[in-house]
């Protein structure tokens, strides 16, 4: 699979949205409180890079330092790993979810397997979750990669869904798909987490 190139994106915004309005920050902040209620529960401690859905969150260097931070308080030995939820702005006729793993970046590719593992355990997860089949639009079943993350590895990305896609966009929309779709991410979290450890 060859990756994505992706111009720099320094700062967040409040994302895309629904064409009846419904925005992407509202969906991922539903989605991440939900996932993040299920996590510790479970006993993991979560560290989320935006403290409300206010306003938009930190850069992808502020944010990468957060998780960066946290990763250095776990301690030696901890298993750490970076979700990033959104929902895609693609175009209208494509639907499905796709998971963004990062590409080669440099020389030492020690953190491309791991990333990968934890792509793959997303994706399987996500969609025996939620029944959202992969995107018609970007990358191969269910994966596209991408050169331009930066943070924490193993990271990876989830697009759960084309918010411009009619159908896309109901789903994304409902309060319990959108619950199918935080245990769907807790599936995918603890099955790379049992499988690493």
């Known amino acids: 699979m060859m990756p994505t190139p992706i ?4 700062c967040d915004t409040t994302g895309t949205q629904t064409n009846a309005g419904y925005p992407e920050h509202a969906f991922t902040w539903d989605v991440v409180q939900r996932l993040a209620t299920r996590l510790r529960a479970a006993g993991v401690r979560v560290v989320l890079t935006r ?3 206010h306003g938009v969150g930190p850069c992808t260097v502020d944010r990468a330092g957060i998780g960066n ?7 030696r030995g901890a298993q750490v790993v970076a979700l990033s939820v ?10 499905g979810f796709h998971v963004i793993e990062p590409g080669p970046a440099g020389p030492d590719h020690a953190v491309d397997a791991p990333s990968r593992r934890l792509a793959t355990a997303i994706r399987d997860a996500f969609r ?9 639009y970007v990358g191969r079943q269910g994966v ?4 331009d993350l930066v943070g924490l590895d193993p990271k ?3 697009e759960c869904g084309n918010m411009r896609n009619g159908g896309d966009a109901r789903r994304l929309a409902d309060p319990a798909w959108r619950e199918r779709a935080a245990a769907a991410l807790e599936r995918g979290l603890a099955s790379y ?4 450890s």
């Open 86 to 95: 959104h929902a895609d702005g693609g175009p209208s006729g494509g639907y």
């Open 128 to 136: 025996a979750g939620t029944g959202e089949p992969f995107a018609t």
């Open 144 to 147: 596209a990669v991408r050169t």
């Open 193 to 196: 987490l049992a499988a690493s």
């Open 51 to 53: 403290t409300s859905d």
């Open 69 to 75: 931070t946290a990763a250095s308080r776990a301690g």
């Open 156 to 158: 990876v990305f989830i």
């Open 7 to 10: 111009g720099p994106r320094p």
